[in-house]
Nanobody
Framework: QVQLVESGGGSVQAGGSLTLSCAYS???????????MAWFRQAPGKEREGVAA????????FYADSVTGRFTVSRNNVNNTVYLQMNSLKPEDTSMYYC????????????????????WGQGTQVTVSS
């Protein structure tokens, strides 16, 4: 079984920073080391949207336009953790943030498409006040 556990959420003022972590446990051969990992977010009443994604090697990344230049995704393949560094936070970044993983061979609709990922964490809340 694959488990994803997010941490690092909290409440900050606009302009502040937070770093989210996603600890991956379980089978790593077919999932973690072989595939994209991603961060999504979902605000109340809105669709879950892709925020950032990173390829297995940790070099190639992908970002939503709304966070480009402010957020940075990275991964540590030694401790099986994916990070999301969030700077210059805005009130509109307020959401529940989820970590996601996929398996080799699963349907692919792009690095920020919800349908591309099959494993999800429970989420961590980020609240940005103005």
């Amino acid at each position: 079984q694959v488990q994803l556990v997010e941490s690092g959420g909290g409440s900050v003022q606009a302009g502040g920073s937070l770093t989210l972590s996603c600890a991956y446990s379980g089978s790593t051969y077919n999932t973690y080391f072989s595939n994209w990992m991603a961060w999504f977010r979902q605000a109340p009443g809105k669709e879950r949207e892709g925020v950032a994604a990173i390829k297995p090697g940790g070099i190639t990344t992908f970002y939503a336009d709304s966070v480009t230049g402010r957020f940075t995704v990275s991964r540590n393949n030694v401790n099986n953790t994916v990070y999301l560094q969030m700077n210059s936070l805005k009130p509109e970044d307020t959401s529940m943030y989820y970590c996601a993983a996929r398996r080799v061979g699963d349907a692919w609709e792009g690095p920020l498409a919800r349908a591309s990922y099959n494993y999800w964490g429970q989420g961590t809340q980020v609240t940005v006040s103005s």
